[in-house]
Structure formats: C-alpha cells, structure tokens
T-cell receptor, first 109, second 114 residues
Framework: QKEVEQDPGPLSVPEGAIVSLNCTYSNSAFQYFMWYRQYSRKGPELLMYTYSSGNKEDGRFTAQVDKSSKYISLFIRDSQPSDSATYLCAMKRGNQFYFGTGTSLTVIP | GAGVSQTPSNKVTEKGKYVELRCDPISGHTALYWYRQSLGQGPEFLIYFQGTGAADDSGLPNDRFFAVRPEGSVSTLKIQRTERGDSAVYLC????????????FGPGTRLLVL
C-alpha cells in the first residue's frame, strides 16, 4: 500500500463548477501537507501548504486537512479552463516529500 | 528572477550507457532535491542536499545512481549502465533552507533509454 493515495481521475467539469480533489495517507508522522499543480511537460508548481488540521484559503483555492481521518482536500471555486492540469498532493516527513499519483483535471469552457 | 533550470531538457541514450543530468537551482537556495517521475505517477524522492552534502540519499534506487553538488549550487545526477527502466522525467527542486516547505521545481529532464 502506498503511503499517499490519490484518485488519478480523470476529472472533467464545466467552467464555473466547484472542484474537490482528495488524498488519503497512512502515516501519522506526516507533518506538512501541500498541493501542487503540474501542467503538461512542466515541473510541479506549489499552490498551497499547511501544517495543521483545518482550512486554509487562498483566492479560489481552499486546502483542508483532517489529521484524525488522515485525509486532505483541495477545493477550487469558480473553476476556469486555465485550471486544467494535474493536481498533486504531497506530504513531508523528515527530509522527504511524498507525492500522490496526481489527479488529471479538465475544465470545459 | 531566474527559476530552477535543468539541462538537457531531453536525453535519449542506449542501454548500458552513462548519463549526466544537470540542475541549476535558484541563487541562494541551500536545499536541493532530485526526484524521478514516471508516466502517470507523482514525483518519487531520490536525494536531498543541504549545501554541498547529501543529507538524505535513501531514495536512490541502487548504486548505479549517484549525485553531487560540489560547490553547494549546481548539482549533477549521474546514472551508470542505464537500463530501460530508468526512462522517466528527472525533476530537480530547490528551497531556501532546511525547514522551508516551498520547493521550486525545474522543468525536468526527459530521459529515454532505448
């Protein structure tokens, strides 16, 4: 079993929809939780990170962490075609970052 | 300012050959990471440098893989006796320091071993 599980999708939504992306993890030692966006043939780009359980908001993006359930989410409001990309969750333990497989998102105009 | 750069952007080699992949981090970033990303997968940790030293190389898959960062800036990932299974995108990321969670990734080097 992988330490970080993420549904690969693909996920297709109409423009303006609310998108929910999720990851689960098995190791309670993970301390920091991150979401990256990766466009085709590019490196991942950090969207948000958080240390603790609860919600963190940045513009149209909200990151949610539930440490008791070992579950993290990323919500995208008013989704735009430019949000079409692969979204990767990541978690840090010690010196290492552990990534999910990524969820492919397409926002249809 | 300039971001993380990686060269070459693409590398095609034959099974058994030696390859070197270069990473030029953001100026002033002391932490540098190498990852391998296979198709449809997330990045997989290979090695972490803090300054010139490899602080954690536990992700290197075997002794054919080696990385250096002699002056604490540019890093080179070296793969000996390449195998077809080494084909992947090799990503480099840098961050300001030991406790910085904000990693900046380069565009990657796409390695294809024939």
């Amino acid at each position: 079993q992988k330490e970080v599980e993420q549904d690969p999708g693909p996920l297709s939504v109409p423009e303006g929809a609310i998108v929910s992306l999720n990851c689960t993890y098995s190791n309670s030692a993970f301390q920091y939780f991150m979401w990256y966006r990766q466009y085709s043939r590019k490196g991942p780009e950090l969207l948000m990170y958080t240390y603790s359980s609860g919600n963190k908001e940045d513009g149209r993006f909200t990151a949610q962490v539930d440490k008791s359930s070992k579950y993290i989410s990323l919500f995208i409001r008013d989704s735009q075609p430019s949000d079409s990309a692969t979204y990767l969750c990541a978690m840090k333990r010690g010196n290492q970052f552990y990534f999910g497989t990524g969820t492919s998102l397409t926002v249809i105009p | 300012g300039a971001g993380v750069s990686q060269t070459p952007s693409n590398k095609v080699t034959e099974k058994g050959k030696y390859v070197e992949l270069r990473c030029d981090p953001i100026s002033g970033h002391t932490a540098l990471y190498w990852y391998r990303q296979s198709l449809g997968q997330g990045p997989e940790f290979l090695i972490y440098f803090q300054g010139t030293g490899a602080a954690d190389d536990s992700g290197l898959p075997n002794d054919r893989f080696f990385a250096v960062r002699p002056e604490g800036s540019v890093s080179t990932l070296k793969i000996q006796r390449t195998e077809r299974g080494d084909s992947a995108v090799y990503l480099c990321a840098s961050s300001l320091g030991r406790s910085q969670e904000t990693q900046y990734f380069g565009p990657g080097t796409r390695l294809l071993v024939l």
